[in-house]
Nanobody, 114 residues
Framework: VQLVESGGGLVQPGGSLRLSCAAS????????MRWYRQAPGKERELVAD????????NYADSVKGRFSISRDNAKNTVYLQMNRLKPEDTAVYYC????????WGQGTQVTVSS
C-alpha cells in the first residue's frame, strides 16, 4: 500500500489549498479514506473522512463549512479542498486508510501565515 500526499504549501489566512492523496496497492474503491492533521506539539486529529462511494462524508467541527473531502475512484485519489484557511490550520496533513492494518502517507505541510 502506498499513499502519496501533495498540494501543501504556504498560504495567507483566508486563502485556499487543495490537497491530493494518490493511493495504490489496494482496491481503492472499496475503502473509506481519511485525512488527519498534526500540528507541532499536538496529537494527530481526524479532519475528514469519506465513504468508499463518496456518498457519505464527515468533518471535524473545527473545519465544517470550510473544508470539503472528495474522491475520484477512477484515479484512486482522495482530495481535501481547504477554504478560508486560518493560522490554526497549520499542520502536517496525512492521508489514511484501514485495510489489513492502518496505513499512512508521508504527509504534506500546510502553513497558514501572513
Amino acid at each position: 500500500v502506498q499513499l502519496v500526499e501533495s498540494g501543501g504549501g504556504l498560504v495567507q489566512p483566508g486563502g485556499s489549498l487543495r490537497l491530493s492523496c494518490a493511493a495504490s496497492g489496494f482496491t481503492f474503491s472499496r475503502y473509506s479514506m481519511r485525512w488527519y492533521r498534526q500540528a507541532p506539539g499536538k496529537e494527530r486529529e481526524l479532519v475528514a473522512d469519506i465513504s468508499s462511494t463518496g456518498g457519505s462524508t464527515n468533518y471535524a467541527d473545527s473545519v465544517k463549512g470550510r473544508f470539503s473531502i472528495s474522491r475520484d475512484n477512477a484515479k484512486n485519489t482522495v482530495y481535501l479542498q481547504m477554504n478560508r484557511l486560518k493560522p490554526e490550520d497549520t499542520a502536517v496533513y496525512y492521508c489514511n486508510v484501514v485495510w489489513t492494518r492502518e496505513y499512512w502517507g508521508q504527509g504534506t505541510q500546510v502553513t497558514v501565515s501572513s
